[in-house]
């Protein structure tokens, strides 16, 4: 029997996580059974009224505008997307590098964030406007010729 079943809930995936998976439970509980499930998997929960949202990132925003954020080996845009949506502040970005990311940040201000995600990529700067972010790609480590500029 599916967890969905069992909860008489929707279990709905953010765009975090991707694939199919079966698991078998010797517990009809189903507190227990999902919690197995989401932890074996680096999955977070959100009980909804009718549904669970479940994704790879897991954000609070706290009562002083700091940020507690969780994920293993996600995509960096998925991670900024999830930013924007938790804060309400908009981060536009160029083209970003492909590949994951892990982070465990408690209790931290957006721009601090940002610049922690971006800090392996030092041809990235994060600039903050009034309003949103904007990480750019830095054209002036590059000459015409594409290689770097002493």
């Known amino acids: 029997m599916a967890l969905a079943d069992l909860s008489g809930k929707n279990i709905i995936p953010d765009k975090s996580v991707t694939g199919i998976c079966s698991y078998y439970f010797n517990t009809d509980n189903i507190d227990e059974a999902l919690t197995l499930f989401l932890k074996s998997q680096n999955l977070y929960i ?3 009224d009718t549904a669970f949202s ?3 990132i897991y954000t609070k925003l706290l009562a002083d505008s ?3 954020l969780t994920t ?20 536009l ?3 970003l590098p492909r590949g994951g990311i892990s982070l465990n940040i408690k209790n931290l201000k957006l721009n601090v964030i940002l610049e922690i995600i971006m ?32």
């Open 46 to 48: 959100n009980k909804l």
């Open 54 to 56: 479940v994704s790879k």
């Open 66 to 68: 700091n940020i507690t």
């Open 72 to 91: 293993k080996d996600t995509d960096i845009k998925l991670v900024l997307d999830k930013l924007t949506i938790e804060t309400g502040i908009t981060i």
């Open 93 to 95: 970005y160029d083209t």
């Open 119 to 150: 800090k392996k990529y030092p041809e990235y700067k994060v600039e903050k406007n009034n309003d949103y972010f904007y990480i750019k790609k830095d054209q002036s480590s590059k000459n015409s010729s594409g290689t770097g500029t002493k």
